[in-house]
């Protein structure tokens, strides 16, 4: 993987992993319940740009039991299930209290610090190995493709100063914006001889580098397409996850030394899960979050999960997800 901030997450605190396949379940009047399909993101994902941390990547999705009622008709194959279940692939509640995907970045939640040297501060790490070269003609410097278990990686990165000029590497002093581009693409095999095939991509620009600024900007897209398909319960199968990911205009006051929440911006969170069963119905889930920052440690949460929408919130120190 490339060494920069999206390498630095591993080792930080994220937000608690949750799950939803009762988003208003009566167990918890004030808090959201995700499927597994949920509490990850499409595998590779972690080597784009995005609000997703690294530990949310955690591999391909693979679905829970498929012999219930709707997959072969009445009762399944050899007459499993019964009334009220609902095998579907999707799991149970699961994990509750939390963001899908494993939450947000460390970088988004005030976690690192501001300080002296390469890489200071929230996504402020672009120390690229010497085999990237830089193009003049197009202002960029292209790394070599990187390869992890049938997936490959493209990066590219575009350094400016103040003034809008393109630099060949970064610099601590001079650099005032980064614009990251990466693509991940190719097919993972597991053991039990699935498969998923992956497309991501991810486009971020980070300002308010340079020496002597006060605030850093943060703009970026990313999304990603996992396709697997395998046997599950003796049921062949089909399991689509599609995630996005958008970061507007979110603000970071810089404090030398201190970590710092953000103090405004909006980051979008997309994921659908599909899947359909050979021979069966199709069955999709959806869920959309928008997180805003207002400076304080309090972050609102907008979920709307499979059409119903809930308000919540996440006061730090704490973690957990509350709803109303």
Do not use: W
């Amino acid at each position: 993987m490339f060494a920069k901030h999206r390498v630095l997450i591993s080792s930080a605190v994220v937000l608690t992993l949750a799950g939803c396949a009762d988003f208003l379940g009566s167990r918890s009047a004030n808090t959201l319940a995700l499927g597994t399909a949920f509490q990850s993101v499409p595998v590779g994902m972690s080597a784009n740009s995005s609000s997703f941390p690294s530990g949310g990547d955690t591999g391909p999705f693979f679905p829970g039991q498929m012999d219930g009622p709707g997959m072969h008709g009445p009762g399944g194959p050899g007459g499993m299930g019964g009334p009220g279940e609902h095998r579907d692939g999707f799991g149970g509640p699961g994990m509750r209290g939390g963001l899908m995907g494993g939450g947000l970045g460390p970088d988004f939640l005030g976690y690192r610090p501001f300080g002296r040297g390469l890489g200071r501060g929230p996504f402020g790490a672009f120390n690229l190995p010497d085999s990237c070269t830089f193009d003049a003609a197009s202002g960029r410097v292209s790394c070599p493709d990187k390869t992890d278990r049938g997936l490959t990686i493209k990066a590219s990165f575009a350094f400016k100063d103040a003034a809008g000029g393109a630099q060949a590497k970064f610099d601590t002093l001079t650099t005032n914006s980064v614009n990251d581009k990466v693509t991940v693409s190719g097919t993972r095999t597991r053991r039990d001889s699935s498969t998923s095939t992956v497309s991501h991509t991810s486009d971020r620009t980070v300002s308010g580098l340079a020496s002597g600024s006060t605030q850093r900007t943060i703009n970026g897209t990313a999304s990603g397409t996992e396709t697997t398909t395998g046997v599950r319960d003796g049921v062949g199968f089909t399991a689509v996850r599609v995630a996005s990911d958008t970061t507007i205009g979110l603000v970071i006051p810089i404090s030398d030394g201190h970590p710092t929440i953000p103090s405004a911006g909006v980051v979008i969170r997309n994921m659908s899960v599909t899947i359909t069963p050979e021979g069966g119905s199709a069955t999709s889930r959806s869920r959309r979050e928008q997180v805003t920052f207002d400076g304080t440690n309090i972050i609102n949460v907008v979920i709307t999960q499979d059409g119903t929408t809930k308000t919540c919130s996440i006061t730090l120190p704490a973690h957990r997800l509350v709803c109303e």
